[in-house]
């Protein structure tokens, strides 16, 4: 049959009206499986404020507003990356993020590290995505590279190969282990780091999810807090099986009186059966405790019917139990020292806001110089993570520190991004400034500012977040252990 012209446009038009429509009910089912995915069950929608630490400002402040109040002042501080030349894209996708959600109204310098000289393309490219002051900086031979008779030695290739035939995460990348090394004690002693007061360390390849809308450094001055985090997970055990062992020794040689931060890293097995050494010797994780506390129950029990010549009753489990004892070995546990373990939980390093003295003096620069000692940096993979949160669990109290909960964030897989607080959401301004440099980019900035005309999510009365537009992932909050023990130490 043919149909006329007529007709057959008309039936094109319903085609095309039933495929829009089509997409119409997928895009709402996905946002609708979207939202369940954080249901109001999820920790992000609880109020985890305490006296000891809370956001500095839920939901969005006016920028403008808040550098006019007279006691506002800008900060003495940097944001700091080391990177390489080849990783230029992922760099530019960071800086663009922390201009359009921070940076623009605060203006903070930048500072790039490299162990060789950058190319005159990538300065030229970072340079022009942000207004604010950026250097850059090569890093001496002493900074990057192990000392010179340690790398000419057999033992130091060979244990860094040997991580590799391990399957250690990165284990036989020489250069990840002067990567962590260099994080984890040089870096703060750079001429161009050390410059300032307060350092917020970035990495390529990051994406920020809210607005943060107040000035995160005044705000962590003004409270007095020194070290500020977005991400606390577990770490791989493999790659710092004897860290804690040689933290643990360096509090003792140092007679460090370690502050109330410590319990958050270190799980403590001085409980109930301190004084008892046999069950000392078999309880090596929570998940023992109860069996173990059941078993020695029964043995006593029996042992006290023994005592009792009335009754004779003998209980046959407990006095198999009793013999199963007397010739049980007790595992060895290579981590646990002076009866504690590290629980693996530390802040994730490629976040990080504090004080560059916190590292740079005093005791960190001396824990530093004992590790080093130690060989851990190439013997074992060490990450500067967690040797900044053992140093830091060490020198702190809880109040110290502060989680950025309202910093939506994420790298590599991982992800943190808040709920929006209801009620405190205010329209997004750009400065001319960014618009300017936006345009200037002649579209290619575009499509990354896409998500400034997106629909806003939905908000609740605990949330935190200003303006976040967040991806469909799992937010590490809801994952992470490590999340739990930070809301119970900073319970009051
Ligand atoms: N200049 C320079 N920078 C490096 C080198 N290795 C790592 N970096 C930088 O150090 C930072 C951390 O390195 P990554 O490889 O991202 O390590 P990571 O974050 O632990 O690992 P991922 O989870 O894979 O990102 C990044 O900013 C890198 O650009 C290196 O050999 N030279
Ligand atoms: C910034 O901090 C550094 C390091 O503490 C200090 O040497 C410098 O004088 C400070 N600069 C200003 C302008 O306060
Ligand atoms: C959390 O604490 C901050 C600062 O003390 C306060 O402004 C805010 O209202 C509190 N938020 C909630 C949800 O209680
Ligand atoms: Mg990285």
């Given at each position: 049959?043919?149909?006329?012209?007529?007709?057959?446009?008309?039936?094109?038009?319903?085609?095309?009206?039933?495929?829009?429509?089509?997409?119409?009910?997928?895009?709402?089912?996905a946002r609708k499986l979207r939202t369940r995915s954080r249901g109001s069950d999820s920790f992000g929608f609880s109020n985890i404020n305490t006296s000891k630490d809370s956001v500095f400002a839920d939901g969005c402040v006016d920028p403008l507003v808040y550098q006019d109040a007279p006691h506002y002042?800008?900060?003495?501080?940097?944001?700091?990356?080391?990177?390489?030349?080849?990783?230029?894209?992922?760099?530019?996708?960071?800086?663009?993020?922390?201009?359009?959600?921070?940076?623009?109204?605060?203006?903070?310098?930048?500072?790039?590290?490299?162990?060789?000289?950058?190319?005159?393309?990538?300065?030229?490219?970072?340079?022009?995505?942000?207004?604010?002051?950026?250097?850059?900086?090569?890093?001496?031979?002493?900074?990057?590279?192990?000392?010179?008779?340690?790398?000419?030695?057999?033992?130091?290739?060979?244990?860094?190969?040997?991580?590799?035939?391990?399957?250690?995460?990165?284990?036989?990348l020489e250069s990840y282990h002067k990567m962590c090394r260099f994080y984890a004690g040089a870096f703060y002693k750079h001429p161009l780091v050390a410059q300032y007061e307060w350092y917020w360390r970035i990495e390529p390849d990051v994406e920020f999810f809210c607005d943060l809308t107040y000035d995160p450094f005044y705000e962590m001055s003004r409270r007095g807090k020194k070290y500020g985090f977005t991400v606390f997970?577990?770490?791989?055990?493999?790659?710092?099986?004897?860290?804690?062992?040689?933290?643990?020794?360096?509090?003792?040689?140092?007679?460090?009186?370690?502050?109330?931060?410590?319990?958050?890293?270190?799980?403590?097995?001085?409980?109930?059966?301190?004084?008892?050494?046999?069950?000392?010797?078999?309880?090596?994780?929570?998940?023992?405790?109860?069996?173990?506390?059941?078993?020695?129950?029964?043995?006593?029990?029996?042992?006290?019917?023994?005592?009792?010549?009335?009754?004779?009753?003998?209980?046959?489990?407990?006095?198999?139990?009793?013999?199963?004892?007397?010739?049980?070995?007790?595992?060895?546990?290579?981590?646990?020292?002076?009866?504690?373990?590290?629980?693996?939980?530390?802040?994730?390093?490629?976040?990080?806001?504090?004080?560059?003295?916190?590292?740079?003096?005093?005791?960190?620069?001396?824990?530093?110089?004992?590790?080093?000692?130690?060989?851990?940096?190439?013997?074992?993979?060490?990450?500067?993570?967690?040797?900044?949160?053992?140093?830091?669990?060490?020198?702190?109290?809880?109040?110290?520190?502060?989680?950025?909960?309202?910093?939506?964030?994420?790298?590599?897989?991982?992800?943190?991004?808040?709920?929006?607080?209801?009620?405190?959401?205010?329209?997004?301004?750009?400065?001319?400034?960014?618009?300017?440099?936006?345009?200037?980019?002649?579209?290619?900035?575009?499509?990354?500012?896409?998500?400034?005309?997106?629909?806003?999510?939905?908000?609740?009365?605990?949330?935190?977040?200003?303006?976040?537009?967040?991806?469909?992932?799992?937010?590490?909050?809801?994952?992470?252990?490590?999340?739990?023990?930070?809301?119970?130490?900073?319970?009051?």
């Amino acid at each position: 049959m043919l149909l006329s012209p007529q007709r057959r446009n008309r039936r094109r038009c319903w085609i095309l009206m039933l495929i829009c429509l089509f997409f119409v009910v997928i895009w709402r089912l996905a946002r609708k499986l979207r939202t369940r995915s954080r249901g109001s069950d999820s920790f992000g929608f609880s109020n985890i404020n305490t006296s000891k630490d809370s956001v500095f400002a839920d939901g969005c402040v006016d920028p403008l507003v808040y550098q006019d109040a007279p006691h506002y002042a800008s900060q003495n501080a940097s944001f700091t990356m080391l990177t390489r030349n080849s990783e230029i894209e992922t760099v530019l996708k960071t800086v663009r993020s922390i201009e359009r959600h921070f940076n623009q109204w605060y203006q903070y310098p930048y500072i790039f590290l490299n162990h060789e000289p950058f190319d005159p393309e990538f300065v030229e490219l970072v340079t022009a995505t942000t207004g604010a002051k950026v250097q850059f900086g090569v890093l001496s031979e002493l900074e990057w590279e192990f000392p010179p008779g340690l790398r000419e030695q057999l033992i130091f290739k060979e244990s860094i190969e040997e991580q590799g035939d391990r399957g250690i995460l990165y284990g036989n990348l020489e250069s990840y282990h002067k990567m962590c090394r260099f994080y984890a004690g040089a870096f703060y002693k750079h001429p161009l780091v050390a410059q300032y007061e307060w350092y917020w360390r970035i990495e390529p390849d990051v994406e920020f999810f809210c607005d943060l809308t107040y000035d995160p450094f005044y705000e962590m001055s003004r409270r007095g807090k020194k070290y500020g985090f977005t991400v606390f997970i577990e770490e791989l055990y493999w790659t710092v099986p004897n860290l804690f062992r040689f933290t643990r020794s360096f509090i003792r040689r140092k007679g460090v009186k370690v502050g109330n931060l410590w319990p958050l890293v270190a799980k403590s097995y001085n409980s109930d059966f301190k004084n008892d050494d046999l069950l000392m010797k078999f309880i090596n994780f929570d998940s023992d405790v109860e069996r173990e506390l059941t078993k020695e129950r029964k043995i006593k029990d029996l042992l006290d019917t023994v005592g009792n010549t009335k009754t004779s009753a003998l209980d046959r489990e407990a006095l198999k139990l009793l013999i199963e004892r007397a010739s049980r070995k007790a595992p060895i546990f290579e981590d646990k020292f002076d009866d504690e373990e590290f629980n693996l939980c530390h802040f994730w390093s490629n976040f990080e806001i504090a004080r560059v003295d916190l590292f740079s003096t005093g005791l960190y620069a001396d824990y530093f110089a004992y590790l080093e000692e130690s060989g851990g940096f190439w013997a074992e993979r060490w990450g500067d993570a967690p040797v900044h949160t053992l140093g830091l669990a060490m020198m702190l109290n809880v109040d110290d520190v502060h989680y950025f909960r309202d910093i939506g964030y994420q790298h590599s897989t991982v992800v943190h991004c808040p709920i929006n607080k209801a009620g405190e959401q205010l329209p997004y301004v750009e400065t001319l400034k960014h618009q300017k440099l936006r345009h200037q980019s002649g579209g290619t900035l575009q499509t990354f500012f896409d998500d400034i005309t997106k629909v806003q999510e939905k908000e609740s009365e605990f949330g935190v977040g200003c303006r976040c537009v967040c991806p469909t992932k799992r937010d590490v909050e809801d994952t992470s252990q490590c999340f739990r023990k930070w809301h119970d130490i900073i319970r009051d």
